[in-house]
């Protein structure tokens, strides 16, 4: 098992920290290790939310940056500034459905702004005089590596990479810079290719809180195609350990697989959230919510199956995840449920002009 290095104080750029997984990231690490330094590097796009750290803003060792990625002069000045030697690169467009609407901001963030990110962290660190602790973390998916069959092995950290959406594609244009970065040049990165998190702070347009928002609303339940797709959960929360493990004991150059060991298929998991949505809901305009399922046209190039084969983070790492689908699906409706306030000022115009793009050619 590898040494852990969480002794040292860290100076922290967490990039796309005010979106869904970053956000969790940014409260774990500011729970766990209250003398590091924190830099939350987010252009707020329409799944960044400010208000999700608002209870870190008057911490004396937390700094919220509105800004780009792609902004090289603001990573430049910001690394030298704050004296950083860890960057958690979350920042990305992460939606399938609306790579499939408009592929370019996908290259543009997850590619360009990879690639500014390295160039400009390279730079530093050499300048620096190559510190040996310094990490640069690049979070990705396990999307990169296409779609499984219903009795292929999970994917393993050398299964070939077969991306199938833009949005996959974009991110396994930004692993593999990451990684020529480590070969060519030294730079210590790490790559994480994780399966599909839910959780807190979850943007309304994913599948577990679209499902539990649109029960609340009454709305139909759109099933993309004939819903045997199958994913596998992971609690955010339990994700985010695997990171603090990564950055503190992982090995550069490495890149470590993060998965639930939770295969749903997708049909199954609603059911599940109906289910509970029923029990835990005392004024649902529609029960059973299960009345509301839809069966619609299916995304296009829509993959079958992911399945991660976590047995690398395990043994070499010492991280499982701790929460069971049933578990975390009780703790995300409930959170849910308690955090109107949250998620109800998401569902702007912006939001349901997306909604009409993405989904009025599925309800035919
Ligand atoms: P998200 O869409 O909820 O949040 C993305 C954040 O990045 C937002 O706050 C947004 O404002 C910010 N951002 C986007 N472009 C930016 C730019 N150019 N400059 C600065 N900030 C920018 O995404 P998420 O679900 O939290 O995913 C975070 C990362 O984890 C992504 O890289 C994604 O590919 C990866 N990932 C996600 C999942 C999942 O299930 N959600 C699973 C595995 C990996
Ligand atoms: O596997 C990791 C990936 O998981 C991350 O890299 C992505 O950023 C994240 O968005 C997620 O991608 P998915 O496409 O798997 O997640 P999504 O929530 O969009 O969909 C989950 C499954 O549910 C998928 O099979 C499509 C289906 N679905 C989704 C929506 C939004 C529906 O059937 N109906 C829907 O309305």
Not at 271 to 290: F, H, T
Not at 339 to 356: F, G, H, I, M, V
Request: proline share 6%; charged share 20%.
């Amino acid at each position: 098992m590898a040494e852990i290095d969480s002794e040292r104080a860290r100076r922290i750029i967490i990039t796309g920290g005010a979106g869904f997984i970053g956000s969790n990231f940014v409260h774990h690490w500011s729970k766990k290790y209250p003398k590091d330094r924190i830099v939350v590097l987010d252009s707020l796009t329409y799944a960044g939310n400010r208000a999700t750290l608002e209870d870190l803003e008057n911490l004396e060792n937390f700094r919220f940056v509105h800004g780009d990625i792609c902004d090289r002069p603001l990573v430049d000045q910001l690394l030298k500034q704050e004296n950083i030697d860890s960057i958690a690169h979350f920042a990305a467009q992460s939606h399938v459905d609306r790579s499939i609407l408009g592929p370019g901001a996908f290259v543009e963030a997850n590619v360009v702004g990879t690639f500014t990110l390295l160039e400009s962290f390279r730079q530093y660190w050499l300048e620096s005089g190559q510190p040996k602790h310094y990490r640069f973390l690049h979070i990705s998916t396990d999307e990169v590596y296409g779609s499984l069959g219903p009795s292929d092995p999970p994917f393993s950290e050398s299964t070939a990479y077969s991306p199938n959406s833009p949005y996959s594609a974009s991110k396994a244009g930004s692993d593999h810079l990451a990684r020529a970065y480590y070969h060519t040049y030294a730079l210590p990165t790490i790559i994480t290719n994780c399966s599909n998190n839910y959780g807190p702070f979850h943007f309304p347009e994913k599948l577990i809180p679209l499902m539990i928002i649109n029960i609340l609303q009454g709305k139909p339940l759109p099933i993309y195609g004939d819903g045997q797709n199958v994913r596998d959960w992971l609690y955010v929360k339990d994700h985010c350990q695997a990171l603090d493990f990564v950055i503190h004991s992982g090995t550069p150059g490495q890149t470590y697989n993060v998965g639930g060991n939770n295969e749903v298929k997708n049909i199954d998991l609603v059911y599940l959230i109906c289910r509970l949505m029923d029990e835990l809901s005392e004024d649902l305009p529609v029960k059973p919510a299960e009345n509301l399922i839809t069966f619609v046209k299916d995304r296009p190039g829509h993959d079958r199956r992911y399945a991660i084969d976590a047995s690398k983070i395990r043994q070499e790492l010492g991280w499982i995840p701790e929460t069971t689908v049933a578990e975390g699906i009780r703790e995300t409706i409930l959170w849910y449920l308690e955090n109107q306030k949250w998620w109800r000022p998401l569902l702007s115009a912006d939001y349901q002009a997306y909604y009409q793009a993405s989904y009025d050619q599925k309800f035919i």
